[in-house]
């Protein structure tokens, strides 16, 4: 599969007191990454040649029983999240996305993958992620999804560690963590792992489910969640194949306009 040349990083820091502004530069890598309240980036490569992909809708229609079964599963879903207010209704359009395979070994970065879809409407994605680190004792690590991202590089991301959901927001130079409103947003996961994943967005609510336990996040007034949602992977370590991840099943919902 096709890496997308862009390439960002979360910084590491640690603040104390939330109220100390961040000065502007390139911290020294400590060995624990930490989203926190607010950390420089240290690099973002943004491409000049590689055009940002339109939305390519995959058929709905349903041809066989093992289809047909998928999505009345996703269908629950989309119910249960409604119910529960995690989404506003079950209106929609429905794309069903490539499984995803690939590793990454670069110590505390992250990078995007193909396939990539267009967001402009609030979303829900879920997936069935496996994912494991080649070293026993990793950095921050794991699987997770771009969204939001723009030609500026602007976006948010969530990853799956194994032991908690590292939700942050880029914006300019600074990644920012997202702040829970409620959930602890901790997991207890061996390596490898393995889960079943939800993420959806409403309004500027986010909630994220790792095998039925939901934590909620509240995204920022002034930084859109529309634009391109990709596949993702943060490694731990750059030893052999860094973090390695395979994600099927994949779903998307986009609500109606």
């Known amino acids: 599969m096709k890496s997308n040349s862009i390439r960002s990083s979360f910084a590491i820091i640690v ?4 109220s100390i502004s961040c000065q502007a530069g390139t911290p020294e890598p400590t060995p624990t990454l930490v989203l926190t309240a607010t950390m420089p980036a240290t690099e973002t490569v943004v491409p000049t040649s590689t055009p940002r992909p339109t939305s390519t809708p995959r058929p709905t229609a349903t041809p066989n029983v093992v289809a047909t079964q998928k999505y009345d599963e996703f269908n629950k879903i989309l119910e249960d999240f409604s119910s529960n207010g995690y989404i506003d209704s079950t209106k929609g359009r429905i ?8 590793s990454w070994a670069k110590l505390n970065y992250y990078n995007f993958f193909l396939p990539m879809e267009e967001i402009s409407s609030d ?3 879920k997936s069935h992620i496996k994912w494991s680190s080649a070293s026993d004792t990793p950095d921050l690590a794991g699987c997770g999804i771009v969204f939001g991202l723009q030609d500026n590089d602007d976006h948010y991301v969530v990853f799956f560690d194994q032991s908690r959901i590292a939700y942050g927001m880029r914006r300019g130079v600074q990644t920012y963590q997202v702040g829970k409103t409620s959930g602890s947003g901790y997991l207890k996961f061996g390596n490898p792992a393995e889960a079943d994943v939800i993420i959806s967005v409403k309004g500027k609510s986010s909630f994220v489910s790792v095998n039925g336990e939901v934590t909620e996040y509240t995204l920022s007034m002034d930084q859109t969640t529309n634009g391109i949602l990709a596949f993702s992977i943060l490694s ?17 919902w986009l609500a109606s306009e």
């Open 95 to 102: 794309i069903e996305m490539d499984d995803f395979k690939e």
């Open 15 to 18: 603040l104390i007191l939330l």
């Open 123 to 125: 979303f829900l994605f």
């Open 236 to 252: 731990g370590t750059n030893r052999d194949y860094g973090t390695r991840c395979e994600m099927t099943g994949n779903m998307l």
